[in-house]
């Protein structure tokens, strides 16, 4: 069965409620040379900095890597993406689909020496859906009973969140809402104490997760250390240090990685050829190749004009051959991309052609849209935050190839991820290249979060009600194969308004020191390494350095 088959059957399982208890316990010490050992400082390459660690304001890659060691939510996923068990140690899901009952771990302390109760996720929520937070992730919470009057300031509480006992959680949804449990896995859902919870919360962050905040350095350094009292074991880990570059620079974090100053690295773009030949790379790294549930796209700001209208935004995704940026430049083992949803989620369509690599058909949509020739659409800034060679590379692609049909490009860097963000947020740049990668492996976390008018990481501000209507029906449909068909419906519909050009699937393709031991990965990639596992083989580490 290959890769993709099997991320497609373990997808579909996520649509099918169960009843699920299984006991996290630690590895299997081995024997002999092998034998698991405790300690050491792992060093992990961070491609920009996180603009938040605070579960409430996160929505960047960056700092769900950092994040997913500091916090544990009710469930949680495993390597294969099932649902299973977190602090949650069981729970149940009423018939109707409404109604979601939770019966948590005695014992499990956050940082601080507290121990989490019921009382503790109701409030993590609540404080989601609180006016006064501003949370841009409060969306993904308002299926619940009472949160949007209480969102709206007509309610002092969550109706739906019911704190039954000291360890006794019921969640009641306002209707049926099918990724409820997987976006319950998210780090955006993971517990809080109310006690530390203020205006430095952020930079100073305090859970019940595997690794302990220790310190940040802006631009630098965020270190944590092992927690002692962890619920699932303590880490093997002393040390989690995550070493800053603060424009996606993966070239020199590979020069770094071979230096030995850390202990993985993503294969840039220039070395995937020599690698993937190189018996004495082979030798000497240990590499780990697997698809990732991820998008890499141009997005299109559907509110500036000439981007308005459909038919501009049709010509300037015919005018791009992707397929030849993908192969030729970004490599890496990275998939062309032909819609919005990837292989290995629910609702991909093998079918689906896309618009192709066609010039002249471009051209005639210009024409047709009143800009002949390109005349009258003025220079087009595209922005983005990584200084790495290969993007660089596609982006003069791009300019190449939109200046065949009279369209001016122009590649713009921004300074840092945090502005980078908040330009396009505030959809302020008529073109920006971004990868979304999945939080949860549903098609809703695709479709609704890029494409729904009222999204938040919409960032292209596009809006079709027809759209909007579908992807709301879909989170509420809970026949499987129904939801299916309305998602591949919803891709073809937004492919015809092209309110982005979908460039290609990452995959995760990374090297690993020899020393480094207990590595999993899953289909959500680099972010949700359980580092937890990981352990440092000192036997191979002063072998390597001789």
């Known amino acids: ?187 955006n859902a993971r517990v809080v104490p109310k006690e530390v919870i203020g205006p430095e ?60 100053y850390l202990d993985h690295s993503i294969i840039p773009s220039n070395k995937y050829d020599e690698i993937q030949s190189s018996p004495a790379y082979l030798a000497r ?33 015919m005018a791009v051959d992707t397929d030849a940026v993908v192969k030729s430049i970004t490599k890496r083992g990275s998939i062309p991309a032909r ?29 047709q849209a009143g800009y002949p020739g390109g005349e009258g659409i003025p220079p087009l800034d595209i922005w983005t935050v990584s200084k790495s060679e290969s993007v660089k590379e596609e982006l003069a692609a791009y300019r190449k190839y939109l200046a065949a049909i009279g369209i001016t490009l122009n590649p713009r860097v921004a300074e840092n991820w945090k502005h980078f963000i908040q330009m396009i947020n505030d959809k302020k740049v008529p073109l920006y290249y971004a990868a979304w990668y999945a939080d949860y492996p549903d098609p809703d976390n695709f479709l609704f979060v890029l494409c729904h008018s009222a999204s938040r990481t919409n960032r292209m501000g596009y809006e079709n009600n027809t759209i909007d209507r579908l992807l709301e029906n879909a989170r509420q449909e809970v026949d499987y194969i129904k939801r299916i068909q309305t998602y591949r419906d919803v891709q073809d519909r937004v492919m015809q308004d092209a309110p982005l050009i979908p460039q290609h699937v990452n995959s995760f393709n990374y090297l690993f020191q020899p020393w480094v031991k207990g590595i999993e990965v899953s289909y959500l990639g680099a972010a949700y390494i359980p580092f937890r596992k990981i352990w440092i083989d000192y036997l191979a580490t002063s072998q390597a350095k001789r």
């Open 285 to 317: 790294y240990q590499l780990v190749s697997k698809p990732t549930l991820s998008l890499v796209y141009v997005g299109i700001n559907c509110r500036q004009k000439p981007l308005d209208d459909p038919k501009v935004r049709r010509a300037l995704t």
């Open 339 to 367: 819609g919005i949803l990837p292989p290995g989620i629910a609702g991909f369509d093998p079918r689906l052609k896309g618009y192709g690599y066609n010039p002249v058909q471009a051209r005639e949509l210009l024409a």
């Open 201 to 260: 919360f952020s930079k100073n962050p305090v859970g019940t997760g595997p690794f302990r905040f220790d310190r940040w350095r802006a631009q630098q350094e965020i270190i944590l250390t092992a927690n002692q009292q962890y619920y699932q074991q303590r880490p093997y880990l002393d040390t989690l240090y995550f070493q800053i570059y603060p424009n996606i620079e993966w070239e020199k974090v590979f020069s770094n990685f071979e230096r030995g």
């Open 1 to 187: 069965m290959n890769s993709h088959s099997k991320a497609s059957m373990i997808l579909v399982s996520l649509f099918i409620f169960l009843l699920q208890s299984v006991t996290s316990g630690p590895a299997p010490v081995a024997a002999g040379q092998n034998e698991i050992r405790y300690g050491g400082k792992y060093s992990v390459a961070l491609s920009s900095e996180p603009e938040a660690l605070d579960p409430a304001f996160i929505t960047g890659i960056y700092a769900v890597t950092v994040a997913n060691n500091l916090y544990d939510g009710l469930v949680e996923f495993d390597k294969d993406l099932n649902i299973v068990p977190a602090i949650a140690r069981m729970w149940k899901i009423s018939r109707d689909h409404r109604t979601y009952s939770f019966d948590l771990r005695r014992g499990v302390e956050f940082h601080n020496g507290r121990e989490v109760t019921a009382d503790d996720f109701a409030f993590s929520i609540s404080r989601i859906l609180h006016p006064e937070t501003h949370s841009p992730v409060a969306s993904l919470f308002l299926n619940i009973h009472g949160a949007k009057a209480f969102h709206e300031g007509r309610a002092d509480n969550v109706s739906g969140l019911e704190v039954l006992g000291r360890y006794k959680l019921k969640i009641t949804l306002d209707k049926p809402f099918s990724p409820f449990l997987s976006i319950l896995a998210m780090v």
